[in-house]
């Protein structure tokens, strides 16, 4: 091999190791008691905001305008987003007359994501897809009901994955305090900061904690 070839290789090999590297930057993991925490701090944000919206519109619809809800719905709206390249920039083509047609984008700011759900390949395909659209991925573990947790934040049995809607609203306010981790009532704690990524699936890897199948 050259000394340009291997140059090239080298440069890859750095390059795909940097992508790895922001990739997990934008993973994060929630359970236990930062859960707890985590999952108080929303609802609160959700109560507050719905209070100063007037409570003029059905709660349920309400929710739809500031969440996505579901797997479904979230890949849909991530699809919908323009990709980006690895220097940040955005791969979409502005195309007027299509634009025309179509309503205002929608953008999600973070998503809530269920790590322990089952099966897993539900949620396989979220976290090359949100990388792709620099959209930061929470995931949340409880002893296989993270799904359950998520569901009770918008009164519903079960919910896999919630898309946080960029609004520039009070939610996503706090939801930029928590991906900064400025909130130090929902800290990770040390054993939490670090996360595997099997099969492209990120899950909580702690200290003396059973790994799950």
């Avoid at 750095?14 to 930062?34: A, H, P, W």
């Avoid at 620099?134 to 799904?147: A, C, M, Q, T």
């Amino acid at each position: 091999m050259s000394g340009r070839a291997k140059s090239k290789a080298t440069k890859k090999q750095s390059n795909d190791l940097n992508s790895t590297l922001d990739s997990d930057r934008q993973k994060i993991c929630y359970e236990g008691e930062g859960l707890a925490n985590l999952l108080r701090l929303i609802r609160r944000e959700i109560e507050s905001a719905r209070i100063l919206d007037g409570n003029s519109l059905p709660e349920k619809i309400w929710f739809k305008q500031q969440f996505s809800i579901g797997v479904n719905d979230v890949t849909r709206v991530l699809e919908r987003m323009d990709p980006f390249n690895k220097l940040g920039n955005s791969l979409q083509q502005p195309n007027v007359s299509s634009s025309r047609h179509r309503g205002p984008s929608v953008k999600l700011q973070a998503i809530l994501v269920a790590s322990d759900c089952n099966p897993r390949w539900l949620t396989k395909h979220l976290p090359s897809l949100a990388s792709s659209r620099k959209v930061p991925l929470i995931f949340v573990k409880d002893n296989k009901k993270g799904s359950l947790r998520l569901g009770e934040l918008f009164k519903l049995k079960t919910a896999i994955a919630i898309g946080v809607k960029a609004k520039g609203n009070a939610i996503n306010k706090v939801f930029e305090e928590i991906l900064q981790g400025s909130d130090t009532d929902i800290s990770l704690g040390p054993d939490c900061l670090s996360s595997t990524v099997i099969s492209d699936v990120s899950v909580c890897n702690l200290q003396g904690a059973k790994q799950e199948p």
